[in-house]
Every structure is written in C-alpha cells, then in structure tokens.
C-alpha cells in the first residue's frame, strides 16, 4: 500500500475544483432557512452564522474532493445576457424577486468580506464586470483541455445549466465533472455527472501490475471522493441534449424563452415543448449543436408542421444565434473581452496554492482570524446543532430550484 502511494505521487494528475460562488451562497443561505433559523440578517451575528454555514459547507467538499488548486467563480451584477433580450417584456433573469423581509445589502456585504477572507487563504476568484459565473467556469474548462493536460476539472454547482460542461478527452484521459452537492428525496444522492465517454471510462477495470505501472491516478481520485463520501453517486448525462433543450424549449428558471413562441386563438401561450424538441431532433437527426447548424435551412418548416403555424414574423437564423448566445457555454459566442479573460484563468491555475491542508480543512480553518469567527467563539454549542447532519433535511429540498 505504501509503494502504491508513493507510485500515485509520482504520477498523479493535477485536479482543479471550481465552485459556483453565487449557487453555493444561495444553497448555503437557503438551508439555513430551513433549520428553522430564519432571520432578516439585520445583525452582524446573523451574518456571522450564515458565513460559517457557507464555510461548513465549502470545508466538506474540499475535504471530499482535495483538489490541487480551487476558483471560486463570481457573477457580475450585470451579465451581457441581459443585452440579448433588452428588449423582452420581462429581461434576462428579469422574473428573480428577491424577498423582502431580508436585509440583502448586509448579506452581500457579509459575502465580500468573506470573500477577502478566501483569498487571504489562499484561494482564487475569478471575476469579470460582465461575466456570469457560467461563462468563467466554461473558461476554467477550457484552461484544462486546452493548456493543462495533466489536470482534471470538477465543477461545483447545483444549475442544471452548467451539466453541459461535463466531457472526457480520450487521447490525455482527462475529465471534465460536475458536483451537484445537494441530495434530493429522503435518502437521495448527491450527483457528480459525467458523459458517457467518461462513465464508461470510469467502470473499465484496469489490470494493474505489482509495480502499479499502469495504475489510474485519474480513476483513484474519483474512487476517493465516492469512498470519502458515501452519499455521492455517479450519473452519466447527455451534454449535447442540455444545450439543445434549452436552445429549443428555453429555461424558465432564467426566464430564457424557447425558439419560438405565440399566442393561441384562446390567447393561451404555445411554444416548443419537450415532447416537440425531442420530436424535431429525431426528425432531422440532430445530436449535437454541430448538427443543428447544418439543419438550419430546415428549421422553419420542420417548427411549421410542430407547432401548425406559418413562421413569417422571426428569422430563423438570428433567432437560433440569438438562443446559442442566450444558453450555451462557448466561448466563441462570448464577447471578445470575456473570452479574453481565458488568459487570467490560465493564469491562476498556474499559480501553485499555498493554504491550508485540504484533506482536514474545516470551517474553523476558513473563518479563523477573521470576525466571522465569532459565531464559533460565542455560540459554539448551538453551531454544532445547526450544521450537523445536513443532508437528513434533503426531502425538504426536492423539487425546489435555487436559481
């Protein structure tokens, strides 16, 4: 055992970890509700309590996945998107209502400050003034598959839009995950996706000699995150069917309406549905959105005959660049300045990390020396009550979205 340990150090691939900044703050804030601490955040020590269960809950999947270098990606408060539908009735993410009863300038402020905190640890965050965290995540795999083939990636987020982003490169073996850190149902899982390349990958068992020559460091990292938490299982995605079903039938969560949209006789709203977006990719063999883009010329009439409406009132192809921009993460489509923005996250993953030991980090490591560490200090008995056994109120989170 101990020659195999010192084999994997030798050969061991690099592993970035890449959080979600906004999802994982929202989770944080969200499950703290649900204990039955609900609060308006008015007073520093509310603050101080939703900090810590942000650190717990960072803390716990940096002790699964013990990555080599960590990003915490940020949001900008006012992403390109919403220029693509300035023009909607209701914008991009326009429908988000923020509750009222809720001091949000105190809880951004406890979030920047926290922030500094990161960083005086040791950790990286990457921030553009017009980039989504979507867009800098979609820039962080890229940096891997395209300048560091001797890293993986996993990507840390709840936002089913991100599911996208899993791949496998198989000439250098390298993954490209995403870790949905809630469960849902009683008893459910937590999920870290990948695409069928990889899963099939993963399952392979690989003959390993006494020298352990041919042993898989890529395969024993994953191996390790499920052996150090029990609750994560593997589920294998479709990436192209994320894209294309948004590009389709749009995503309601970011008020992203679908290709093509009208009112009924009955003045009912109709659109492209699942059902019709499955039933229009069968038909013209679309798989992918490489597909979609040579299909193009048959776009109107096979929407014609789905929907049984004459399209005269939307051009095809500047809808369909227009629905692209709005959901898939590329960065051909994104403006020249964020895709610029690859270069800073090449890097920062350059740079090594020097910080705290993240196979025992804990929240007490993250939050020491800073004011937040108060809620330890003062409350320390009652912490322990509020950020013990999680996941047991996972059924009271099913079915609701974050974002």
């Known amino acids: 055992y101990n020659i195999k340990n010192i084999y994997l150090l030798l050969i061991m691939k690099k592993n970035l ?4 900044w906004s999802n994982m703050s929202f989770r944080s804030l969200f499950t703290s509700q649900i204990f039955g601490h609900a609060s308006g955040y008015d007073t520093q020590e509310e603050i101080n309590s939703f900090i810590a269960k942000m650190a717990t809950d960072i803390s716990m999947i940096l002790r699964t996945f013990v990555p080599n270098k960590v990003i915490f990606a940020v949001d900008a ?3 390109w998107r919403k220029d693509l539908l300035a023009s909607e009735e209701v914008g991009y993410k326009g429908q988000r209502e923020k509750d009222k009863k809720i001091n949000w300038d105190n809880i951004y402020k406890g979030l920047n400050e926290f922030k500094d905190v990161m960083i005086s640890k040791g950790f990286d965050f990457a921030y553009h003034n017009r980039a989504e965290a979507d867009d800098l995540m979609a ?3 890229e940096a891997i598959f395209t300048k560091y083939p001797e890293y993986n990636i996993v990507i840390v987020s709840s936002d089913a839009d991100i599911r996208q982003l899993v791949d496998f490169n198989v000439s250098t073996e390298q993954f490209c995950c995403v870790f949905n850190p809630i469960s849902s149902g009683k008893g459910g899982k937590k999920k870290l996706y990948m695409n069928h390349e990889c899963s099939t990958w993963f399952a392979q068992k690989d003959k390993v000699d006494i020298f ?3 042993l898989n460091s890529g395969k024993e990292y994953v191996k390790n995150a499920l052996n150090r938490d029990k609750k994560i299982e593997i589920v294998e995605i479709n990436p192209n069917e994320v894209v294309l079903g948004k590009i389709f039938c749009g995503d309601a969560g970011d008020n992203v309406p679908s290709f093509y949209e009208f009112y009924g006789p009955n ?6 549905t699942e059902k019709k977006f499955k039933t229009l ?3 013209l063999c679309i798989q992918d959105v490489e597909d979609l883009l040579k299909k193009e010329m048959l776009l109107k009439g096979s929407l014609e005959q789905s929907l049984k409406k ?3 009132d939307v051009n095809i192809p500047a809808r369909l660049e227009r629905q692209r921009k709005l959901v898939e993460l590329n960065s051909e489509l994104f403006p020249s300045d964020i895709k610029d923005y690859l270069l800073d996250i090449i890097m920062m993953i350059g740079e090594p990390y020097n910080g705290s030991n993240l196979a025992t980090i804990k929240m007490t490591d993250l939050l020491a020396g800073s004011k937040f560490f108060a809620v330890i200090e003062k409350k320390k008995a009652k912490a322990a009550d509020i950020f013990k056994d999680i996941d047991k109120y996972a059924d009271q989170l099913n079915g609701i979205k974050l974002f």
């Open 212 to 214: 352990f020559s041919n």
């Open 310 to 312: 004459e399209l005269n």
């Open 281 to 283: 990719c069968e038909t």
């Open 17 to 20: 970890l890449v959080f979600d």
């Open 267 to 272: 003045g009912k709203k109709k659109k492209i």
């Open 77 to 79: 408060s006012d992403p």
């Open 139 to 141: 820039l962080s795999k």
